[in-house]
Each structure stands twice: as C-alpha cells, then as structure tokens.
C-alpha cells in the first residue's frame, strides 16, 4: 500500500481522500507518537491553515482530534506555513499543524506536522503516525482534555519576525513592489511586512473568498503579476504560492526570475557579507545547470540533495549551511526560518536590489539558464517508475544522446498522482523533443 505521508505532509481531495475523520485521526494518532517520546508534560500544539473553505472543518477536525488526547491547542488562523513554523519555536509549543495543500488547486487539502523547533518531523515519525492510525486509545477525561485557545496575536508576532530580518529602518524606501499573494495565507502579511519597510507596495489577488485560492494567480500562474509589473512600473514583483512557503519574482521588464536565479543573487550577497557557511549553499537535484555554472564562477559550492525542502534543511543542518532551496522557489535562510518562507525570501531579495546599483534583471543575469522542460503525466502508476526497464533504458539512451551538456531526471511526485519528466539541453528544440518521446514512454508503460 502506498504511504499516506508525501514529501509535503498528507494530501488530497477534501473531503474525499482528506476527511474530517482522517484528520481527526491523524491529530490523536501523532499526539500519541510525541507523548510516547515527550517528558510526560503536557504538550502543547500550535494550529494555522491558509484560505481554502474546507481548512475549516479539517482544522475543526485537527483541533478536536488534538485536545481529545490531552493536548492544549493555540489556534493561529489563517497564516503562512512558515509562520505556523516560526510560532511553534516562538511560543513553545511541541508540535504545530499546517492545513493547506500550498499550491494544488482549491479543492485539494493537506495535513503537515511540524515538531519541536518548527522543523518537520522526519519520515520515520510521520510512519510512526500512520502506522498507530487504526489503534484503539484510552483517552483522558476531565481536567486531562486539552483546552483550546485562540491567539489573536500570532500575525503580528510573525510580521516583527519578518520586519526585523532587514537592516535599518526602511530599507526597502524608493522601491515600488508588485505583490501576489494567491488570495492565499499570505495575503495580509506580505502587504503589511513591505509596507512596514518602506517599499510602494501594489497587491493582487490579495482578496480571497475561501474558492479562489491559486487560481490563476500566485507563482504558479506569473502572467498576471508580469503584466501588473510593467502597468505599474514596478522595480520588481513577487508571486507566492496558497501557503506562502515559496516565492519567484519578476524583474522591471515583466521577465521571470525563478528560484535558481533568486537563490544564486542571494548567496553571491550573502558570500560578500560574510554570510554564507562554508561558501555552499544547498540545493536539489532540480536545480537547472546554469545554476551550478553559475555558482562555480563565483566559488560557491552547491551540495545537492533529493527533491523537498526538507531534505535541503536535513542537510544544512548536517552541515551548517546557512542558505539553501529549490527552484521551484522553496527558499530556506536558516538565520530566520526552519523552512521555506516565500515573503522572507522576498524582502531578503528585494533588499539586495535596494542597497545596490544594479536591477533585478542585471542581477539575475548572473545566470544563464539552460533550456528546461517539466512533462506532469497523470493517469500512471508512479510508484513503479524507477523499477520499469523499458524506461529505464529510453532514459539511459536520451542521457546518451545529451553527453555532457544535459541531463534527463524523472520522478515520482510525492504530493500528486503523476510522474514529472525533466530534461535540459543545449537547445529548447532538443529539451522538447527529449521530454515529449519520454513522457510517451511513461504513458504507455506505467498506464494504470
């Protein structure tokens, strides 16, 4: 049976593959896991969600589910998934909860556990979860039911977090700023974070009614936020995703400046200041070549790593990085953050373009990005993708075909039923060409 946990938490349709149940399952099943390794105190829990209408009754649910099993419950609201993060360090809690499925559309749901420091928990708890999710409970009584309490501050607490990541007072003063925040979790905090900082401040799809998370907005649809960049004569915008836990930008012109370019702008920045351990910062194995020449042209080591942020922060804490993220705009800046924070990203990027004499455009120039094409095929057997030996061998003979001046990965999406087909080469014809007769070969081989 495949596993509940994906590379992102648990995820799927609302009220359909995510229930109320579920999530009230899943709630008493994880407070049991971290009591059986705790102190014997009382835990505490942290719970926030982003804007989608069902992250009502699953948090209803979430919060049920926790204070049935003798845990205290402070519900956040509607916040960033790394500001649930930032508040379970802030305020001491044992574990918070995430309900949002980030960038899936809206009737997709998803449940993430973050433990102790705001980290999330690693696989072998999230199967500890699963595994204790059918057991019979004895569950307190009395005095011993957790309580439940609201905390009206929690927002404003996040945004001073925020604010207080730049340096002086207004640093981002003089610059004129396109914000879209995907009528999702971040749809007040990134507004009041640049504002508060000095930026003239433009904000869409910055009204959410519970249906129109993402859609057609946020970084996963930039057109929107490209045309209002050039209208408004803007320095730079920023697109986040439902959660806010990811960011890409777009320079003055209206052109994309994905997560590799942000990434390689911030650790040149932050090698000069002294800043980035070690000269490496930590990446995935998604990141374009470019990226990688990029890097090497200014001395900086990257250190690559699966696909999932949290494999990237696995390894900076190993190793102490302090910068590291992934393409798809996930950007991690350890001094501030446990995870990806899409408006930390984005004023620590905005910051480098206002201290300094060059655009956005001229900064991302750094890196020549080599052609990529990203094929999603659906409708397949993900699981056999890596086992399946005439695809094996059609991915052996494109590497072949590429040499060294390109490269094929495929791989099973761990928060989606799909296969993601990615190949790079010299030119966008090659890349396409590759990408198509691939992905016809994981339609007809791992057809369901």
């Not at 916040?79 to 001491?92: C, E, Y």
């Not at 044992?94 to 997709?108: K, T």
């Not at 309580?147 to 604010?163: G, K, S």
């Not at 799809?205 to 993402?214: F, Q």
Request: aromatic content about 4%; charged content about 20%.
């Amino acid at each position: 049976m495949a596993r509940l946990f994906g590379t992102d938490g648990v995820r799927g349709t609302a009220n359909r593959e995510l229930t109320a149940d579920l999530a009230l399952r899943l709630s008493v099943s994880a407070a049991r896991v971290l009591l059986g390794s705790g102190t014997g105190e009382r835990l505490k829990a942290v719970v926030g969600r982003d804007t989608r209408i069902s992250g009502e009754f699953l948090e209803a649910a979430v919060v049920a589910g926790l204070a049935s099993a003798g845990v205290d419950v402070t519900r956040l609201g509607v916040i960033p998934t790394p500001g649930v993060a930032f508040l379970v360090d802030a305020l001491g809690a044992d574990l918070g909860v995430v309900l949002s499925a980030s960038h899936n559309p809206m009737p997709d749901n998803g449940i993430k556990f973050l433990g102790r420091g705001g980290v999330k928990l690693p696989d072998h708890i999230e199967d500890e979860i699963e595994a204790h999710l059918g057991d019979d409970w004895d569950l307190p009584v009395g005095a011993d039911v957790g309580q439940v309490h609201w905390n009206d501050a929690a927002h404003e607490t996040y945004v001073r977090h925020l604010i207080g990541s730049l340096e002086g007072g207004q640093p981002l003063a003089g610059l004129k700023v396109v914000l879209d925040t995907a009528n999702g979790a971040a749809y007040r905090t990134a507004v009041e974070a640049f504002t508060a900082t000095g930026a003239t401040v433009r904000a869409i799809n910055d009204s959410p009614d519970g249906l129109n998370i993402n859609r057609n907005a946020g970084s996963t649809h930039l057109e929107g936020l490209q045309r209002e960049v050039v209208a408004f004569g803007a320095d730079l915008g920023l697109a986040f995703d439902g959660d806010a836990d990811r960011c890409l930008a777009v320079d003055h012109t209206g052109a994309v400046v994905d997560g590799d370019q942000i990434m390689a702008i911030l650790a040149i920045a932050m090698k000069g200041r002294g800043e980035l351990h070690d000269d490496t910062i930590a990446a995935t194995v998604m990141s374009n070549i470019g990226f990688h020449k990029a890097m090497k042209a200014h001395g900086i080591t990257v250190s690559v790593n699966k696909v999932g942020d949290r494999y990237v922060l696995e390894d900076m804490n190993v190793n102490g990085f302090t910068l590291g993220g992934e393409q798809s705009g996930h950007v991690i800046l350890r001094r501030y953050a446990t995870t990806g924070d899409g408006v930390l990203t984005g004023l620590q990027l905005a910051q480098v373009v206002a201290a300094g004499a060059k655009t956005l455009r001229e900064l991302a120039s750094v890196m020549d990005r080599f052609p990529q094409v990203l094929v999603n095929v659906s409708g397949v057997n993900k699981n056999h993708a890596d086992i399946d030996p005439v695809l094996n061998a059609a991915v052996a003979a494109a590497e072949r075909e590429l040499g060294g001046s390109g490269r094929v990965l495929l791989r099973p999406s761990g928060t989606e039923p799909l296969v993601r087909v990615m190949v790079e080469a010299p030119t966008q014809e090659q890349a396409d060409e590759i990408a198509a007769r691939l992905a016809a070969v994981v339609k007809d081989r791992l057809a369901r």
